[in-house]
C-alpha cells in the first residue's frame, strides 16, 4: 500500500504553534483533519494559474505553503529515520545480503516502505512559500539489481512527499538488472498500484549508469527532471525548493543536499554539520571534493537556507530543465558506464552560459554501499585501460584549456597513454553553444580549487620507484593514511607502485604524499593548499634526502623496513632508481 501519505492537509497558515514542536519529531499536529490531503493541493493547484514566473520564494512568518499540516506520528522499526537491529539470529541473511548487496537488505525489508523520516532541514526552511505553478516534474531512478525494498521505499518517498499536480511521474528505468524479482513482471504488477503515476522502462542490454539515465530523460514526460538514485529517501517538501530556482531560470541545475542513510542500520543522519554549506569542488586528478562555501558566495544571500552557486556536483542526485539538458547534449554518449559524469555537465552547464545551484531546504537521505555490488560486465570489454580515468581524459580534453589539461596528466601521467575515443562531436557542441573558456569557469565559478589544490608543477620523475638493493618497488600496498609504506614485487602497471616527484619536492602516489617521521617512510594526507615537499633526488648517486631531516630514505637489509637514514651514498639500500612505466593499453 501507498497509504500513509505524509503529504498533508492545507491547514491555517501562520499558526506559530507548530514551529516550536520538537523538530525531531516531525508531528506538526493534527487538528485540520477536516481539509483534506487534496484540498490543499487544489489550493495550490489554483492560485498557480495566476502567477508569473518572475515569482520568487518568500519568507513567511508561518509554515510555508507546501509544508505538510499534520504528519502522523508512526511507530515501528526504523520509523522517524531511527536505526533498527535484526535479532540475532537473522545475522546470516543480513551477512549475506551486504555481500550481495552492499548492504543490509534484511534490514530495509523489516522496515516500511512509507516510513517517516527524520527531518534534517534547516528550521528556517519550513517556512518558505515557493511559487505554486512550479513546472510538472518526472523523477527519473535508474536502476541495475537493487533490493527491492530499497528500490521501492526510493519510489514510496517520492510519492508520499511530493505534491501530485506537480509530480508528473516516477520513471524507473531498468538497466538490465537479471535478479529474479526485478524481471520477471513482479515489479510490473507492484506499480499498477499507483495508477499509472510509476512507470518502468527496460533497458535490453546494459548499458551503465551514464547512457541509461541519459534514455530516461528522453523518455521522461514532465518539464523538468530529476534524477535519483534507487536507494533514496527523499525529506519532507524536497521538491518545491529544488524547482524554484529552475523556474525563474531554465538554465539552472539544482542539486539537494544529502544525509547519509546507514547501509548496515537504515539510520538517517546529516552529513554535514548544522548550519555550515558545502559544495563540489574537484582536485586534478579528477576527484570529486568538497569544500566549505566560500563568503564571498555566501555574501550574496540574505538568508542562510538559500540556494548558492556550487561549481559541480557529486552526480547521483540533481534536476534540471528536460529540454535545457537534451539541448546541451545530455550526457556525452562516449562515457562509459559510471565516473566523470558529474564533471562533464557540471562544466558544460557552467561555461555555456547556465549555473548549478545547491539547496540547503532539498534533502534527500542516500544509502552509501560498503562497496559496488556488480561489475561492469561486457561494458569493460569495449575499451582497453581503466574506464574512470577514460571518461576523466574525454571530459578534461573536452573542456580544459591546455595550461589545466597538464594538471590533469601531471597527477595522472598514465591517462596520456589511453585512448578516449572520438571527442570531435564534443567539441563541436562546445563551438555551437559558444561556451567561455576553462579559464573563465575557474576564475568566476570554481575560484575556491585553488585555495585547496594549487596549480601543480610538473613531475621531475614519475613510474615504479625501484630499490638499488633488491628487486622490488616502493608500494602503499592499498593502505590508505596514515600507514607506513613498503616494498613488494614491481608489477609494472603503476597504481599503487605509481611514484611522482614534483618539481618542488614533493613525492606522491594517486591523490597522497610520501612523508618521513621517527617511525619511518609513510602514506600519508597532502596539505591542503600545498604542493611542495622536503624531497631531493639525486640524479647521479640515486639517494633521495629528505632536506628537513637531512637523512636519506633507505631499506632495512633484513626486515625490508623503510626509514629515515644517516645518507650513505655508497649504501645500495639507499639507492632509488625512478622506471617509467608507459602502460600498453592497445
Ligand atoms: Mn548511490
Known sequence: MCGAVQYYPYGTLGNLLYVFIDRANVLYNNRTTATSHKAQERFLKQSSSREGHNQRPKLVDGLGNFEPRDLQPREGPGENGKPHFLRQEQQNDADQSESQYGMNIACSDEISLDRSILDTRLEECKHWDYPTDLPSTSVIIVFHNEGWSVLLRTVHSVINRTPSYILKEVLLVDDFSDKENLKSG???????????????????????LIRTRSKGAKEAKGEV?????????????????LLAPIYRNHKTMTVPVIDGIDHKSWEVR??????RHFRGIFEWGMLYKENEVPMKELQTRKYNSEPYKSPTHAGGLFAINREYFLEIGAYDPGLLVWGGENFELSFKIWQCGGSIEWVPCSKVGHVYRSFMPYNFGKLANKKKGPLITINYKRVIETWFDEKYKEYFYTREPLARFLDMGDISEQIALKERLNC???????ENVAYDVFDKYPELPPNIHYGELRSGAVNKCLDTLGHGPPALMAISHCHGFGNNQL???NAKGQLGVGERCIEADAQGIKLAFCRLGTVDGPWLYDENTHVLLHRVHKKCMALHPQT?????????????YQQWYFKQISVKYS
Open 186 to 208: 513482479q515489479l510490473e504488477k507492484y506499480i499498477e498500484r499507483f495508477n499509472g503515476k510509476v512507470r518502468l522502462i527496460r533497458n535490453t542490454q546494459r548499458e551503465g
Open 225 to 241: 527532471i530529476v534524477f535519483l538514485d534507487a536507494h533514496c529517501e527523499v525529506n519532507i517538501n524536497w521538491l518545491p525548493p
Open 270 to 275: 546529516p552529513v554535514y554539520g548544522d548550519d
Open 436 to 442: 567561455k573558456n576553462f579559464q573563465w569557469y575557474m
Open 499 to 501: 611514484i611522482r616527484l
Open 560 to 572: 625490508s623496513h623503510l626509514s629515515l637514514m644517516p645518507c650513505d651514498v655508497n649504501n645500495t
